[in-house]
């Protein structure tokens, strides 16, 4: 069983940062891509950021030079970096990895921006 595991979340002011993680136990063998994905309130989830094992990276025309995602594949951990956040980044951030032919989500953490 895979546990996705994630950490950063919090409240800042408009043009301030954060940083997300989020750490994978279990079998995780063979993680394929790692992506983060956004939720605000009375949306539909949407995708942010995906790195492939190459690390190889796409992004959300919205967060484009703004927020940076990376992996340690060592650790089996992935991380966004969010840097020069506005009200509208507001949402709860899960974490996603493709492992083998599945996909796991971690419990999702809640990003507020707001002065």
């Known amino acids: 069983q895979v546990q996705l595991v994630e950490s950063g979340g919090g409240l800042v002011q408009p043009g301030g940062s954060l940083r997300l993680s989020c750490t994978a136990s279990g079998s995780t063998l063979s993680i394929i891509t790692m992506a983060w994905h956004r939720q605000a309130p009375g949306k539909q989830r949407e995708l942010v950021a995906l790195i492939t094992r190459s690390g190889a990276t796409n992004y959300a025309d919205s967060v484009k030079g703004r927020f940076t995602i990376s992996r340690d594949n060592a650790k089996n951990t992935q991380y966004l970096q969010m840097n020069s956040l506005r009200p509208e980044d507001t949402a709860v951030y899960y974490c996603?990895?493709?492992?083998?032919?599945?996909?796991?989500w971690g419990q999702g953490t809640q990003v507020t921006i707001s002065s």
């Open positions: 996603r990895m493709a492992i083998g032919p599945s996909n796991y």
